[in-house]
Each structure stands twice: as C-alpha cells, then as structure tokens.
C-alpha cells in the first residue's frame, strides 16, 4: 500500500523559509510523477511544483523562483525548499504521486493526475 506522510510545515514570518519533506512507502516505480499542491481555505487545490524520476521540474508561476522541489530516491523522499515566503502562501500543503506514463505538461500540476496523496502539513506566514 502505497503512503506518503509529509512534515516540516509550521509557522513563519513573511520573508522567511520552510522546508518540507514527503515520505513515500510501499511502492516499487521504477518510474513516477511526485507533487506539491496546497489548498487555503475556500480555495481550489493548487498545484506549486512537480518532480519526474528523471528528475525534470515544473512550478506554478506564483512560486517559480521562490520554491525549489528535489528528490531524494535513495531515502524514498521529496522536498519542497520554500524561501521568500508570503501571506498567500499560507495554506494546507499536499504531497501527491502517481506511476502513470503522463505526457510532461501543465496538466500535471492540476490534481486529477494523482492517485496517491498524503495528509497535508499546515504552512502559516504571516506578515
């Protein structure tokens, strides 16, 4: 069964960084599509950054330059490295995954590509 269990959200001040982590278990991919999205309240899911086993990246254009997605395959993990930080980032972020062969566009930052979700870690900014 496959989890993915995300921490490292918290509470910080406008300007600063946070770094979350997404532990995945239970699968065997030899290929895969790994993501963050995040969802404040009364919002739609939004994609912020996605990760391919070959290690290609793409970011929405409200964290592009700010945020920093990386994998590590040996430790079954992904990262989200998030500097400058803002109020507007202030949401529930989701790790999510999927091993289905998608065509590389930004489709793969809407949800609908995912099948596996993790729980969610609180990021709160404030100003």
């Known amino acids: 069964q496959v989890q993915l269990v995300e921490s490292g959200g918290g509470s910080v001040q406008s300007g600063g960084s946070l770094r979350l982590s997404c532990a995945v278990s239970?699968?065997?991919?030899?290929?895969?599509?790994m993501a963050w999205f995040r969802q404040a309240p009364g919002r739609e899911r939004e994609g912020v950054a996605t990760i391919n086993n070959a290690g290609t990246t793409m970011y929405s254009d409200s964290v592009k330059g700010r945020f920093t997605i990386s994998q590590n395959n040996a430790l079954n993990t992904v990262y989200l490295q998030m500097n400058s930080l803002r109020p507007e980032d202030t949401a529930m972020y989701y790790c999510a995954a999927d091993n289905r062969a998608w065509p590389w566009t930004s489709w793969l930052l809407r949800p609908t590509p995912y099948n596996y979700w993790g729980q969610g870690t609180q990021v709160t900014v404030s100003s």
């Open positions: 239970g699968y065997t991919w030899s290929s895969f599509t």
